[in-house]
């Protein structure tokens, strides 16, 4: 089965900063996908950013961007010049290419310090 | 463009009640999956839904079942509530030929007491 652990709980940066969040995941799959989430207090999960595996480039949206370590499994988000509407559970979440279902990992919280 | 809707937005019911949950996909979507967040956790998968059929379903026992619509739309169904299903229930849709990225509902919150 797979896994995907995210080992820090809390987080927390300062406005305009950079920070990275972790996540690593436990599969046997060659073929999959790599999703961040973001749920704010309205808890709406809203898309952050998607990697497909078989891509070596590391994903980018605007302020956003991944660190993709296949070998490694590891998927790390960070977040550049920091704001405060960033403040938000982040969750990673993992789909194999042949599966239907999004594996989550217990997701990290961050706070940003004006 | 309508994202996906969910309603209600919070209910509360008694065990051993039964409850209906609803979502309707983002236009264009076709598929529909179902996941359970309890409360400082990462959301569950519970099952999905394709051409009105189940397609996939996570580790949930048959208490939970579901439907979806000619439309698309789709409802989870809980029987004999008990406390531990206390959560909040987000609906996901997507487009089977783009399965793999999913898009969430505002959610339901559900309290059992």
């Known amino acids: 089965a797979q896994t995907v652990t995210q080992s820090q709980p809390e987080m927390s940066v300062q406005e305009a900063e950079t920070v990275t969040l972790s996540c690593t995941y436990d599969?046997?799959?060659?073929?999959?996908?790599l999703f961040w989430y973001k749920q704010p207090p309205s808890r709406q999960m809203i898309l952050v950013i998607r990697?497909?595996?078989?891509?070596?480039q590391n994903a980018t949206e605007n302020r956003f961007s991944v660190n993709f370590q296949k070998a490694a499994k590891s998927f790390s988000l960070k977040i550049s010049d920091s704001q405060l509407g960033d403040a938000a559970m982040y969750f990673c979440?993992?789909?194999?290419?042949?599966?239907?279902?999004?594996?989550f990992g217990g997701g990290t919280r961050l706070m940003v310090k004006p | 463009d309508a994202g996906v809707t969910q309603s209600p937005t919070h209910l509360i019911k008694t065990r051993g009640q039964q409850v209906t949950l609803r979502c309707s996909p983002k236009?264009?979507?076709?598929?529909v999956s179902w996941y359970q967040q309890a409360l400082g956790q990462g959301p569950q998968f519970i099952f999905q839904?394709?051409?009105?059929?189940?397609?996939q379903r996570g580790n949930f026992p048959d208490r939970f079942s579901g439907h979806q619509f000619p439309n698309y739309s789709s409802e989870l169904n809980v029987n004999a509530l008990l406390l531990g299903d206390s959560a909040l229930y987000l609906c996901?849709?997507?487009?089977?030929?783009?399965?793999?990225?999913?898009?969430f509902g505002p959610g339901t919150r559900l309290l059992v007491l």
């Open positions: 996901a849709s997507s487009l089977r030929s783009r399965v793999k990225t999913q898009y």
């Open positions: 599969t046997s799959e060659s073929d999959y996908y």
């Open positions: 990697q497909e595996a078989y891509k070596q």
């Open positions: 979440a993992y789909i194999k290419n042949a599966g239907n279902m999004l594996t």
């Open positions: 236009s264009g979507h076709d598929t």
């Open positions: 839904y394709y051409e009105e059929e189940e397609r």
